[in-house]
């Protein structure tokens, strides 16, 4: 299958991940959508190609383990093992956080060439430099495929929960995947974090209190379309 994305949330951010899919869905052909809370229905109408998962009985990531509880929730950690949590018929996923707006159509973002990448973003130039290339996670293209052939999955999750990271997923999939990720033009993650672009295709509300960025324009336009 084609063009698949991903989002996770506990059921405090809902409203976010509804607006944010709705803008994904609007502006993109999508053939799949899969929306992973904790609840075995989620509050907001979703069409066909949008398919529920409640995933509070995970079993990768327990309650004390050191990256269980922070400001993010387990669920920012579920981008580390989903070629273990989603068919096999799922080659190539992108994740987005759900504190993003899809502003335009991101087809060349979904045909974007994985091989031989396990993840692709945009890059955070203050975190980079000549050897290292940092990205953020909150917008990335995922190679299910090569994770699951390499086993990869397995080493991530285990550093995970044998060590404390500030931001855990992202850290880990940029300490064990260099030489393995693709960066990918900011304009498919504008935030504070990464390089200012002209005209975002993505907006990445990235660290910005969620009332906050929910008076924001883009946020607003889509919450009110249908």
């Not at 956080?97 to 890059?123: C, H, K, N, P, R």
């Not at 975002?200 to 883009?218: F, G, S, T, W």
Request: hydrophobic share 40%; net charge negative.
């Amino acid at each position: 299958m084609g063009k698949i994305a991903v989002y996770a949330g506990t059921r405090n951010v809902y409203e976010q991940m509804y607006v944010s899919m709705k803008s994904l869905l609007l502006n993109t052909p999508v053939d799949l959508v899969y929306l992973l809370i904790e609840d075995d229905k989620f509050p907001h109408p979703v069409p066909e190609n949008v398919q529920v998962c409640n995933v509070s009985e995970q079993q990768f990531f327990e309650p004390g383990s050191p990256n269980f509880s922070t400001p993010w929730s387990y669920m920012e950690l579920l981008r580390c093992c989903l070629g273990e949590m989603l068919p096999e018929f799922c080659q190539q996923v992108l994740w987005l956080d759900i504190d993003t707006i899809v502003d335009g159509d991101i087809t060349e973002l979904f045909e974007t060439d994985m091989t031989g990448y396990f993840y692709a973003g945009a890059m955070e130039p203050k975190k980079s430099n000549m050897f290292f290339r940092y990205i953020n996670t909150g917008v990335c293209l995922i190679n299910l495929d090569l994770l699951r052939d390499w086993n990869k999955e397995h080493e991530l999750i285990s550093f995970l929960n044998n060590y404390g990271f500030t931001w855990p997923g992202q850290d880990v999939i940029n300490l064990l995947c260099q030489g393995r990720i693709k960066v990918i033009d900011s304009e498919f993650n504008a935030s504070a974090w990464t390089t200012s672009c002209h005209r975002p295709k993505i907006v990445h509300y990235a660290a910005i209190p969620a009332e906050q960025y929910k008076k924001h324009y883009l946020y607003r336009k889509y919450e009110q379309m249908e």
